[in-house]
């Protein structure tokens, strides 16, 4: 018989124990004084040869003066995420799109004359307009920018904006998702 191995990636990796450890130039010891949890139990994460159960990250995360939810998100197994983009049109402007939990990037082209007066409704993000080829005008409320090859431009995805291309151009723009703590 044989049997099947497993080789997906654990689904956490607490040797960031360490680094925020260090960070705060602790010892095992020090961190085991100020959570109440044994060095022992510390020096087994931060090799990644135990699990830790909720209480322990919890105490843990405060010892370290972060949210326990912040220590279990450094510490989630990172995995690449491959995605294929997808066609997206908006007014004159066309976009190669792809779209993953906090950021969405669209690799776009404007003939000289396009405009996007009124772009999609937005959630609460940042956006991010790199020209990598021409010349683009960003009109916002109370200023407008014009940008040139290579230059990028960062603003609050909830004002109107308008797009404009004053010659045949190629952008990157960049939707981020704004942090929610609560």
């Known amino acids: 018989m044989i049997k099947k191995v497993d080789t997906s990636p654990a689904p956490y990796d607490f ?3 360490r680094a925020l450890r260090r960070r705060d130039k602790l010892t095992i010891q020090q961190l085991s004084d ?3 949890v044994s060095s022992a139990v510390i020096s087994k994460l931060e090799r990644n040869q135990s699990q830790a159960e909720l209480d ?3 105490r843990i995360s ?3 003066g972060i949210h326990s939810a912040e220590l ?5 197994a990172r995995t690449a995420q491959k995605k294929r983009p997808k066609a997206y049109q908006s007014g004159a402007f066309t976009f190669q799109r792809v779209d993953y939990n906090n950021v969405s990037c669209f690799h776009g082209f404007a003939k000289k004359g396009s405009r996007v007066s ?3 409704m937005h959630h609460d993000d940042y956006e991010v307009c790199w020209v990598l080829k021409g010349h683009l ?4 409320p109370k200023e407008k ?4 090859n290579g230059e990028a431009l960062q603003f609050d995805a909830v004002l109107e904006h308008e797009y404009e291309a004053l010659c045949d151009s190629e952008v990157m723009i960049l939707h981020m998702a704004k942090e929610r703590r609560f």
């Open 118 to 120: 009124r772009p999609e």
């Open 56 to 58: 322990t990250l919890f």
């Open 34 to 36: 100020r959570s109440g």
């Open 72 to 76: 279990i998100a450094l510490a989630e």
């Open 137 to 140: 005008r960003i009109t916002l």
């Open 62 to 64: 405060r010892a370290l």
């Open 15 to 17: 040797s960031i124990l």
């Open 145 to 148: 920018h014009e940008l040139r």
